[in-house]
C-alpha cells in the first residue's frame, strides 16, 4: 500500500503528457511501481547495484556514493521505479498513439497483474506515413491534472531519455512495471525486434540526460528489446520532489555528442596544407628567415598510414618533422651560457649533382640531470567518448605512467579531464605520492562530448596556481581530436594560449587516434603555447616522446630560435629550403623580439637543409628581362652588391632567448667553401642519413624537385649512413621506405 509520504512525493514529480490512452497506460504502471515497492522492501533492500562502472573524474565524482546509498531506501526506490515507468514507457506508447485526450490521475494504483490491455492496432501503411513525417524535434504540450486536482500547463521537449553509471531500478521495475508477453501498463504491446546488446549494460559516450544512473530491465522480451534499440534523449523533469531534486542536482549538465568519426575512419583528419616551399631567386629574394621546428608529429602519423598500406595524404607530410625525429649527434656546446651550437655543411645534392646542399645542424645543450629544474606539469585528458579505443585513452594512460617514472620525487603532477565538461580528476601532488597519482589515472574512462576550451582554461588556472618560477610549468594535452563545445574558434583559442604563455607556462601536445584528429589545430596550439606537438601511434612512441626524450620534451634550455640566411648573388643563383613551410617568418621578423618563433629543448637537435643553385649552374627560374638595366641605372642595388666576400655562399644568423629572459642574442655564421665537402661519401653519416630523409619526404609528398630520385636510391642513401642506431629508429625508416614502394595512394 502506498504511504502519504509516497503520494507527497509523488505530487512533486512533473506530470506525463496527455495525449492517448496509452498515457493511462504510463501513469497506472508508474503507480503500480509504487505499491510493488512498498509491498516488496526487501527485494529493493537486496536488488543489485546495477553497472559497477569505474566513475569519471569529472565534477560529479565527489558525489556519486552519496547518490547511491539514497537510492537504496525504500522510499526512493520506489521513486526510481515510478520515474523508470514515466521516462521510458511513456515515449513508447506515444509512438503508437496519436489520439488526443486529457486524462487525470487515479488516486490508487492499479495492480501489476491487471495493467495489461491489448490495444487496437494501427495500419502499416498509417505507421509508415507518421514516421516519414515526424518533425525531428517536436514539442508537446502537457495538459493533465496532478493528484490535488491542480491545473498543469508545461512545455518540453517530447523526445525523453536516460543515461549513466549504475542501474537504480534493476529487476524490480521489469517485475511491477511490465505485464506478461512484454504489454506495458494499460496502453501498448510492442513488437519484438532482433535482440539487441544488452540495455545500457555499460555506460555509453554518447547516452545523455540524468548524470549518475541508468534505469534497465533484466527480465528481457519485447519490452526491453524495444527500450534498448531507442534512440538517447534529453531528459527533462521538471519539478521533482526536493529529495529526489537533491540528487539529480549532483550531476553535471551533459551536451549532447557530436559524431566523431570510427578509429581507422579516413577523410576525418584535418591538415594545415600550405604550398611546397618553391624555388627562389637571390637576386630578388636574397634573405630567407624561418623559425625553428623539433615538432614530430608528422613521422609518426605517415607511419602509421605506411603500415596500414596506404600513403599519407600529402598535407599531412612536413619534411622538417620526418627530419627531425631522429637523435643525431651533430656536435655540442661545452656550456649552457651558449645553449646550442651550429654547424654548417656543404655537399653535393644526391639528386641534382649541379646543385649543393647547404646543411645546418643545431645542437642543444645536454642538462645533466642534476642541472634539471623542478617539473611543475599538469596533465589536460581528453576523456570524450571518442576516446575510448585502446590507441586513444587507454594509450594515453600508458604513457603517463612512463613519464610519473621518469620524474623527480619533487615534481608534480595535477590531472584535469574534459569530455562534455572539465574537471580536476587529481589536484597537484609530488611524485614521492606516485601511487596517489598512478590511481587518479587508472581511473580515468571516456564518455561523453569534447569541451576541450574548457578543459584548457581549468588546466591553466591549476597550474597557474603552483607555479614555480624556478621550475618548468608545462601543461600537456592529450586528446585524438577537434574541440566540438565551447570555444571552438581556432584564432580565439591561438589568442588564449599565447596570452597564457607570457605567465611562464607553456603547452605541449601528444596527439592520439586516427579517423578525427585535428592536426592542424594542435600544431597551432603547441607552436602558440611554446610547447611541442608529438603523435604518439605506439607505447613504443610514448616511450621515445616521454622517457628516452624526456630532456628534450620538458626542459627547455632556449626559446624564440630563428634563423636567418642572406645569399651572396655572386655565388648562390637560386635556393630552396626543404620545409618548415609552416614556420616561414618575414625578414624584419628576425630582429623583432615580440614575434615568437620555436624553441629548443635540453639536448635537442635541429636540422634545415637548403638547395641552392650555383651560378652558372642550369637554373629553374630565369632572370627577370629588366633586372639588369634597373640596377645599372642605380634604381634598385642589392644590399649585398660589392660587399660580399667570394668564399663565401651567405651567411648564417640565429637569434634566440633564454628561457627567462625576454631580450634576444645573436649567432652568426659565414657559410664559406672551406665547410663544403667535394663528395657525398666525405659527409659524416647523420648528415647523410638526414639528407636521405629529407629525399623521402619531398617523394612521399610528391614535390617536383626529386625527379629521377627513388625509393631505392632513398634506401641506399640510408643504408650507407644507418650507422649507430640503438633504439631501432633508423632500421624502422628503412621498412617505411620499402612499404612506401608498393602503399596505395
Known sequence: MMTERDLENLKELAAPPARTEARCAAIDAALAAFDAAADANSQFEHAAQGNAAPVRPIRTMNRTRSFLMGLTSRQNMAIAASLAALVIVAPIAFKTYQTERTISLPMQPAKPETVAVVPPKLGEERLLKEKATEPPAPTVKLDSKDLSGKAETETQPSTLGVSGEYDAAGSAANSTSLAPNGAIGSGAVLPAPAPPPPFLAAPSPAAIGVPGYAIGFDGGGPAQDALANMPARQMQFGDASDATRSYLAAGDERRPEAPSARPGEEGRDVFNAPEVNP?????????????IDVDTASYSFMRRALNAGRLPPKESVRVEELINYFPYSYPAPETADVPFKPTVTVMPSPWKPTNKLVHIAIKGYDLKRTEQPRANLVFLLDISGSMEPEDRLPLVKNALRLLVDQLHPDDTVGIVTYASGSGIALEPTKIADKQKILAAIDKLEAGGSTDGADGIEDAYRLAEAGFDKSAVNRIILATDGDFNVGITDRDQLKSYIERKRKSGVFLSILGVGEGNHNDSLMQALAQNGNGTAAYVDTLSEARKVLVDEASSTLFTIAKDVKVQIEWNPARVAEYRLIGYETRALKREDFNNDQVDAGDIGSGHTVTAIYEVTPVGAPRLVDDLRYAKAATESGAASHPAAGASDATELGFLKLRYKKPNEDASQLISLPISDGLAKPALSDVPQDVRFSVAVAAFGDLVRGAPFVNGF???????????????????????????????????P
Request: proline fraction near 4%; avoid cysteine; hydrophobic fraction near 40%.
Open 279 to 291: 624555388v627562389k631567386q637571390v637576386a630578388s629574394e636574397p634573405v630567407s628567415t624561418f623559425s
Open 710 to 744: 627513388t625509393y631505392d636510391d632513398v634506401l641506399s642513401l640510408a643504408q650507407s649512413a644507418r650507422g649507430d642506431d640503438p633504439f631501432g629508429y633508423r632500421a624502422e625508416f628503412l621498412n617505411l621506405a620499402r612499404l612506401a614502394k608498393s602503399a596505395r
